[in-house]
């Protein structure tokens, strides 16, 4: 007689079955036909539409629920070959609600009691966790979105802001966007140098000349002007047609004498670019080339913004505006015409003479008007003429434009200096 003749086979299912009775899990065990022999309370309270499922076939239960024939057939396929399976989701729908299992099985076996020999799984509710992975995957992919949004307005920023900078100066665009209250930058009077140039005879040029050859004159000429004048650190306020008006003292300021003399600097700057770039105007069509007239002056403007709500423009007001316009009328060609104020405060740095005494329109006193000699200053001219004859050394100095840069080259021969007697050491 087999052992299990003597004992109750639903006992000994009821007894092996015990751990399973009040798990979380919903348990089943089946025999070795894939016929249910028992399920836990949670099983029924997972699936309610069931009702009484003893020996029903788990395939046919298992479609009953709503598990589509693919996992089914998977289910089978690795029951029967590897004795064990895992479906990680299964996706159903239970009184309305969408629900998510996933299904462990396995095959059991038992020398003892063949009625146990069959299969054992359980379904795990993963609903909870499937909802919180699809709300964080949900999260995650707005993220990205979001953070491709920010890197989309972020380049049409930097394209807007490039574009902008080309509408202003520098100084102006830096203060704009680096200072929070940059929409309301303060009105005020300084003691500015202010510049302003003019082509002469632009009108003849501008009528002998198709649209495409003036603009690619103009356009060049105001190109080349502005790098110059940001280069010196002048604010350029405004082209008007094909005159200049930029000034020194504001946003930025070096002092009223160091002012001053960025800006002649910078006009003998111009000068020399425009004797450069003759010969290509000439191939646009300009037969006699560019001249220019340059008019300096320096006083008290009123410098800030200006306009209505709808618009502002950053720019400055004042006689030394109207004072340089009317210094540049008066200029030669090829000129620089200097006020009396302005020659105060750079004298000991350039050649200058007085060439004319004038009551410009709109003015009431006689002004002094003095013009730059030359295009060198008086620093240059005098640092061109040094020879210096030494025990090691003969220096001599010569067609020197810019003192920093000497220096420089100065600097470097003595680091090399250096640099030689450490290693004698």
């Given at each position: 007689m087999k052992l299990q003749e003597l004992f109750n086979k639903n006992k000994i299912i009821d007894l092996s079955f015990f751990n399973f009775r009040n798990a979380a899990t919903g348990a089943y065990f089946a025999d070795s036909?894939?016929?249910?022999?028992?399920?836990?309370?949670?099983?029924?309270?997972?699936?309610?539409?069931?009702?009484?499922?003893?020996?029903?076939?788990?395939?046919d239960v298992l479609n009953q629920l709503g598990v589509s024939s693919e996992i089914i057939d998977l289910f089978l396929s690795k029951i029967k070959k590897d004795g064990q399976v895992l479906i990680s989701e299964i996706q159903l729908e239970i009184s309305g609600e969408k629900k998510v299992f996933s299904l462990l099985s396995r095959l059991t076996t038992d020398t003892d009691f063949g009625y146990l020999n069959g299969v054992q799984g359980q379904f795990i509710d993963r609903t909870v966790e499937h909802n919180l992975k699809i709300k964080t995957e949900k999260l995650l992919e707005r993220q990205e979105i979001d953070k491709k949004l920010i890197e989309d307005k972020n380049k049409e920023m930097e394209v807007l802001a490039q574009r902008l900078s080309k509408y202003l100066s520098p100084q102006i665009y830096n203060n704009i966007f680096t200072n929070s209250n940059s929409t309301n930058l303060s009105t005020s009077r300084k003691n500015l140098t202010v510049f302003f140039s003019d082509i002469v005879k632009f009108t003849d040029l501008s009528d002998s000349l198709e649209p495409e050859q003036l603009s690619l004159i103009i356009n060049s000429y105001l190109s080349e002007m502005s790098k110059i004048a940001i280069n010196f650190g002048g604010t350029i306020d405004k082209f008007i047609g094909d005159a200049i008006l930029v000034f020194f003292g504001d946003p930025d300021t070096s002092g009223a004498k160091l002012d001053a003399k960025n800006c002649i600097e910078m006009a003998l700057k111009m000068q020399k670019k425009i004797n450069e770039m003759q010969e290509y105007w000439k191939s646009l069509?300009?037969?006699?080339?560019?001249?220019?007239?340059?008019?300096?002056?320096?006083?008290?403007?009123?410098?800030?913004?200006?306009?209505?709500?709808?618009?502002?423009?950053?720019?400055?007001?004042?006689?030394?505006?109207?004072?340089?316009?009317?210094?540049?009328?008066?200029?030669?060609?090829?000129?620089?015409?200097?006020?009396?104020?302005?020659?105060?405060?750079?004298?000991?740095?350039?050649?200058?003479?007085?060439?004319?005494?004038?009551?410009?329109?709109?003015?009431?006193?006689?002004?002094?008007i003095y013009a730059i000699n030359n295009k060198i200053t008086k620093e240059i001219s005098e640092l061109n003429r040094i020879k210096q004859s030494g025990k090691y050394f003969e220096l001599k100095v010569d067609k020197v434009e810019n003192i920093d840069e000497l220096l420089n080259e100065m600097d470097e021969i003595k680091s090399k200096l250096n640099d030689l007697k450490l290693i004698k050491k």
């Amino acid at each position: 007689m087999k052992l299990q003749e003597l004992f109750n086979k639903n006992k000994i299912i009821d007894l092996s079955f015990f751990n399973f009775r009040n798990a979380a899990t919903g348990a089943y065990f089946a025999d070795s036909e894939f016929k249910i022999q028992k399920v836990n309370d949670r099983f029924k309270e997972f699936f309610p539409i069931l009702k009484n499922v003893e020996d029903a076939y788990l395939p046919d239960v298992l479609n009953q629920l709503g598990v589509s024939s693919e996992i089914i057939d998977l289910f089978l396929s690795k029951i029967k070959k590897d004795g064990q399976v895992l479906i990680s989701e299964i996706q159903l729908e239970i009184s309305g609600e969408k629900k998510v299992f996933s299904l462990l099985s396995r095959l059991t076996t038992d020398t003892d009691f063949g009625y146990l020999n069959g299969v054992q799984g359980q379904f795990i509710d993963r609903t909870v966790e499937h909802n919180l992975k699809i709300k964080t995957e949900k999260l995650l992919e707005r993220q990205e979105i979001d953070k491709k949004l920010i890197e989309d307005k972020n380049k049409e920023m930097e394209v807007l802001a490039q574009r902008l900078s080309k509408y202003l100066s520098p100084q102006i665009y830096n203060n704009i966007f680096t200072n929070s209250n940059s929409t309301n930058l303060s009105t005020s009077r300084k003691n500015l140098t202010v510049f302003f140039s003019d082509i002469v005879k632009f009108t003849d040029l501008s009528d002998s000349l198709e649209p495409e050859q003036l603009s690619l004159i103009i356009n060049s000429y105001l190109s080349e002007m502005s790098k110059i004048a940001i280069n010196f650190g002048g604010t350029i306020d405004k082209f008007i047609g094909d005159a200049i008006l930029v000034f020194f003292g504001d946003p930025d300021t070096s002092g009223a004498k160091l002012d001053a003399k960025n800006c002649i600097e910078m006009a003998l700057k111009m000068q020399k670019k425009i004797n450069e770039m003759q010969e290509y105007w000439k191939s646009l069509g300009a037969e006699k080339g560019i001249e220019i007239r340059i008019g300096v002056t320096t006083g008290y403007c009123t410098v800030g913004n200006f306009g209505s709500e709808m618009r502002l423009d950053y720019t400055v007001l004042g006689s030394p505006v109207n004072l340089a316009s009317r210094l540049q009328s008066n200029a030669k060609p090829n000129s620089i015409c200097i006020s009396e104020t302005t020659y105060n405060l750079v004298k000991e740095y350039f050649n200058c003479h007085e060439v004319d005494e004038i009551i410009p329109k709109g003015f009431v006193r006689p002004i002094k008007i003095y013009a730059i000699n030359n295009k060198i200053t008086k620093e240059i001219s005098e640092l061109n003429r040094i020879k210096q004859s030494g025990k090691y050394f003969e220096l001599k100095v010569d067609k020197v434009e810019n003192i920093d840069e000497l220096l420089n080259e100065m600097d470097e021969i003595k680091s090399k200096l250096n640099d030689l007697k450490l290693i004698k050491k």
